[in-house]
């Protein structure tokens, strides 16, 4: 135990909670998550029941020494693609695929903070959540 398990070696953040994303255009900007003293960030992209087939849902991973000067993650410094964490339109949604689908998204980056944004572009309903997943503590066990 202790070193070697996941339990006591990560810790997880809310960017964006559980919750509709709403009007046409708009999305939810994610809160910065300060990632001090872990050395490895893994984002998590989670979607709920998507009904509207011509929904496009878009994430942007953010970085940033501060909080009030967040900047898009250059693809360089990301282990996968924003473009596959994302959502596309479907004629027909199938879960697992375009809805009820969890997805991520990796940081090799060093800036202190990150945040995962969501945007849909349309009224779509469905539930979706961002978090963040640190890990590599520079101290542990990490305290729940």
């Known amino acids: 135990m202790g070193q070697y398990d996941l ?5 997880q953040a809310f960017s964006v909670p559980p919750q509709t994303v709403g009007t046409t255009g708009t999305g939810r900007t994610g809160k910065p998550v ?27 991973c953010k970085e940033g020494d501060v909080t009030g000067t967040m ?22 949604r199938t879960s697992g695929v375009s809805k009820n689908v969890a997805k991520r998204i990796g940081y090799i980056g060093t800036k202190r903070y990150v945040e995962c944004d969501i945007k849909s572009t349309v009224t779509a309903g469905a539930i979706v959540s961002t978090k963040v997943l640190l890990s590599g503590p520079f101290s542990a066990p990490v305290a729940t």
């Open 34 to 60: 300060d990632r001090a003293g872990y050395s490895k960030v893994e984002f998590l992209i989670d979607y709920g029941v998507i009904t509207a087939t011509n929904a496009t849902f878009t994430v942007t």
């Open 71 to 92: 900047t898009s993650i250059a693809d360089a410094n990301l282990i996968g693609l924003e473009a596959n964490a994302s959502v596309g339109q479907a004629a027909t």
């Open 7 to 11: 339990h006591d070696n990560m810790k």
